[in-house]
């Protein structure tokens, strides 16, 4: 069931390798599984389309996303461009072309999704080994800590820091990596306080071995899929938080193009111009929902009975 | 019992401490709250008289227990913008945002525990495929986009539903749609899977082969049981539904909270900040406290914990 995991305790039994080593199968058998789930494979197949999009973003679109044309201003869907070549999903209110800034507009999405999954996935994940497996005082006062934390309406905590520290793209990962840990910790928690009691962690503390290495060795690699689940839908979350607050004007600034921003611009421009508000919101969609698809998949397979 | 709601009266009094200190230190976090404050074009000396008013170069405790008892006061300073206490202005708005926050958690509720039962017991037909469906296009959508396509359609398109302000029950509609959305689909899948669970129990098969009929079935044994989780999560949505007010009003002009406070971000009016999040965060640290005493009527067994 949890690969990274049950090698590790493979390895330490040495089961006779085989053609191929046990780690190397147990991957297998999960690709296997996962590539069995349809719905799965097609989330997958957006997130890693949508990337490749993101990083490839100047040789996909020849138009460039930050460049005014006002002449051609608010051109529709497929409109063709004095120089021959076709505004596929039509321009904004500057001239730019749309799909070319949604294009670009993955970007930012995508590294603050990343960036501050990262974050506050670390930041969870320590708390919640050290609080699963310490217990006692030290885990009161951070599952205190967590319902302070969940008792915040978080966008507005997250624009009232952003308003006060500026917006920048650093300021908007620190804030939501800071402040979306609790998911993490409460999921490796509850993993850490099963694992503790397990025969292999009781050996290891029979044998003398310090706290810092059992947690390292024997308990975290076993609390790492969960955590990956958890991981895996947040990002989902963080790109919708990345385009919310972009869309209220505190997420990365223009003329960068963000998806939210778009959305905004789009706003103004409803009752003239509807692509302009359709086509950013499609992208945030189609991102999100395949991140979700991905990350439902990951866990029917890895970890059924986790409720995240 | 009195243990239980003792322990978690004091638990809920100990997180809205923790909230008053985050609020207190949104101010503090360029070190300079003086700068925070003043408009960017204050002189040295507007600073540092300002400063001295405020109390601002005192130790950062004694600053933190006069912001304390201010806060338990409901006194959060003045408004920057309005020239009214910013405590004021913020509750004068708050029954708007509970009306939205209220109806949008109907909507969800009337839509989602039908969707999820008729799922659940008619597993993989088309009503179930439908929902399923829906349910995952619901958690993925950002409400902002589906606000803006609810005004492209409702308003813009067909004149149907007016797409700002609030008084009459249409204006009521389209805000509510959009803030329940993603609360719908959450309950939806909830008590699809709840359920389902539940639907392969001992006691159910029990209740089938004695001959019961289906329905009684479903609503007598299943539903019950099914409903704790549902409980739960309820007081969780709400705070979902608290933040997701900051968005859903600012695109549909609805006059409550949340819109008011990222005019006051614009604005740098943060004493209405700070009143603002303090404000609802303690309503969702209350309702969450009245939905854990309920709990434990639906199920006796959280007392003995």
Not at chain 2, 227 to 240: C, N, S
Request: charged share 15%; net charge positive.
């Amino acid at each position: 069931m949890t690969p990274p995991g049950t090698s590790a305790a493979a390895r330490a039994l040495e089961l006779p390798a085989r053609a191929s080593s046990p780690a190397r199968r147990e991957w297998v058998v999960f690709l296997r599984r996962l590539a069995r789930r349809r719905t799965a494979l097609f989330g997958l197949c957006v997130v890693v389309a949508v990337l490749v999009l993101a990083v490839a973003a100047p040789w996909v679109t020849s138009w460039d996303p930050i460049e005014q044309d006002i002449p051609s201003r608010l051109q529709a869907p497929g409109s063709v461009h004095a120089s021959g070549r076709v505004h596929l999903l039509g321009t904004d209110h500057l001239g730019r072309d749309l799909l070319a800034r949604i294009v670009f507009g993955a970007r930012p999405a995508l590294l603050v999704g990343f960036a501050a999954v990262a974050i506050s996935g670390l930041l969870g994940l320590v708390l919640g080994l050290v609080s699963g497996y310490f217990g006692g005082r030290v885990d009161d006062v951070f599952m205190r800590l967590a319902d302070i934390q969940l008792a915040f309406p978080f966008i507005l905590l997250a624009i009232a820091v952003i308003g006060v520290l500026g917006p920048s793209l650093p300021v908007i990962i620190v804030v939501i990596g800071v402040s979306s840990w609790v998911v993490y910790a409460r999921v490796v928690r509850s993993e850490v306080l099963s694992i503790r009691e397990r025969e292999f962690v009781q050996a290891a503390h029979a044998l003398g071995v310090r706290d810092v290495r059992i947690l390292l060795r024997h308990v975290l690699p076993n609390a790492l899929t969960p955590w990956l689940v958890v991981a895996t839908l947040d990002m989902a979350r963080v790109i919708v938080i990345e385009s919310a607050l972009s869309f209220l004007g505190l997420g990365v600034q223009p003329p960068t193009p963000t998806w939210g921003g778009m959305l905004a611009d789009g706003r103004v421009y409803i009752s003239t111009a509807w692509w302009l508000a359709t086509f950013p919101g499609l992208a945030i969609l189609l991102t999100v929902l395949g991140i979700n698809l991905f990350g439902d998949g990951l866990r029917d397979t890895l970890d059924p009975r986790l409720t995240v | 019992m009195r243990a239980y709601l003792v322990r978690r009266l004091a638990q809920s009094l100990l997180v809205l401490l923790g909230v008053s200190f985050v609020v207190f230190f949104i101010l503090h976090l360029t070190g300079d709250p003086a700068l925070v404050l003043l408009p960017p074009d204050a002189t040295a000396q507007d600073i540092q008289e300002f400063r001295e008013k405020m109390g601002f170069n005192d130790p950062f405790l004694v600053q933190y227990g006069r912001f304390l008892r201010g806060a338990l006061r409901g006194d959060f300073g003045r408004s920057v913008r309005h020239d009214e206490p910013a405590f004021d202005l913020v509750a004068e708005r708050l029954p708007a945002t509970l009306e939205l926050a209220g109806a949008a958690l109907l909507i969800a509720l009337a839509l989602a525990i039908p969707a999820g039962i008729v799922s659940a017991v008619r597993r993989n037909s088309l009503v179930d495929y439908v929902s399923t469906v829906v349910a995952l296009l619901g958690q993925s959508m950002p409400t902002f986009w589906l606000g803006i396509m609810l005004i492209l359609v409702f308003s813009v398109r067909l004149s149907l539903l007016p797409s700002s302000g609030r008084g009459t029950l249409e204006h009521l509609v389209l805000p509510a749609i959009t803030l329940g959305l993603f609360t719908t689909a959450r309950i939806t899948r909830l008590t699809r899977s709840g359920m389902l669970e539940v639907l392969n129990q001992d006691y159910i098969r029990t209740a089938r082969a004695k001959g019961m009929a289906d329905p009684p079935v479903v609503w007598k044994h299943a539903l019950k049981n099914a409903a704790i989780p549902i409980v739960t999560i309820v007081g969780i949505e709400l705070g979902t539904l608290l933040g997701g007010s900051v968005i859903t009003e600012t695109i549909f002009a609805w006059p409550g909270v949340g819109r008011l406070s990222v005019q006051a971000i614009y604005n740098r009016d943060y004493p209405v900040v700070q009143a603002a999040v303090f404000l609802l965060s303690t309503t969702f640290v209350v309702v969450n406290l009245v939905v854990d005493v309920l709990y434990t009527y639906l199920d006796p067994r959280i007392r003995l914990r």
